[in-house]
């Protein structure tokens, strides 16, 4: 998922001078899934890409933007994984537990952003208005999904709207309380909210 | 829920110098419920307690400790609604929708105040601390009503830790998306949530 642009070759002691935000994205992204948000900093962006900090500080000036440019990078990671799952499958009941399961996982892998992101702080203030934004589109997306599910019968008769804020809610807390020392997987976790809300036919 | 304490009588233009934290938590609680996180401060506190602000300061002397007296009221008062509803019901299944009814209201009168909590800042630590330790008296509270829901086939066959933390988060989330102005009642909307996930015998 995380790939490392090529860099044109340079001698030795001649540092880059030039950073795409392709690069950054791609560095920081890595950066924040090995160690989460405190392994996320200028410095640790500025070693993987082996550029000098005041090269990257060109492009990056603040933790925020970094921040942000993960977060763009966590949300179009995760608008692509649910569009190639619902172009890949057309039973309802499959679509609405794929979209749980990628929600789980991605609610997992971002556990240490949960907290910046819902209260609002330490994110530039232009990403936290994309990432509101994309919440929009995404919630959309699935509430396509939720009402096929209750067409269906696969989820009980109710309100799609309200149904799915609660099944999205339930996925998204899992950030809140997911600890990986109890032992409990992505697959297990996304597997028992399936099972408590779809109606398998 | 919120009482006035009864004061002593006093002649006028002798303003009171003792008050008690009942008091204050009491005024800081209907603040918060008329108006929100905006409308707790030590000055609003002191007005509706018809004390100085001095007096106030000497018991309260940050906005942080109002948000730890607000939020003990809060989890005390939940843990009793809680506890009240427990000891009236025998039934599984509406032991389990009663504890679903309450936490979705509680969501929803607390919704100023989630991104505070879920951040983990502006809240004195003390009272931080005593709000985790309380999260997890009341998640083990829930999940013995999860577990007999379990048995009783009103709730699918589930790991009961991880089922307690999905139907929980599911409520505790409304708190994000909760919006007057939608029209959503608090009743609405847990009878969604039970919907989606208690089998009714």
Chains 1, 2 share one sequence.
Do not use: C
């Amino acid at each position: 998922m995380v790939q490392q642009t090529p860099v044109t070759p340079r001698g030795p002691g001649r540092p880059r001078r030039e950073i795409s935000m392709g690069d950054v994205a791609d560095a920081a992204a890595a950066l924040f899934n090995e160690g989460g948000y405190e392994a996320l900093s200028i410095e640790s962006v500025a070693e993987r890409l082996t550029v000098s900090r005041a090269t990257l500080y060109r492009t990056v000036p603040t933790k925020e933007h970094l921040l942000g440019i993960v977060l763009d990078w966590y949300t179009s990671d995760l608008s692509s994984r649910v569009e190639e799952h619902l172009a890949k499958v057309s039973n309802p009941s499959e679509a609405l537990e794929g979209l749980i399961r990628i929600q789980v996982d991605a609610a997992i892998r971002t556990k240490d952003y949960f907290a910046v992101l819902v209260g609002g702080a330490g994110v530039q203030s232009d990403a936290y208005r994309r990432w509101q934004k994309w919440s929009r589109r995404h919630e959309r997306m699935w509430r396509g999904t939720v009402e096929r599910a209750i067409s269906a019968g696969v989820l009980v008769e109710s309100d799609p709207e309200v149904a799915t804020r609660l099944v999205l809610g339930m996925a998204l807390w899992v950030s809140r309380w997911y600890r990986e020392s109890e032992g409990y997987t992505a697959e297990e976790i996304a597997e028992t909210a399936v099972n408590l809300i779809v109606h398998r036919h």
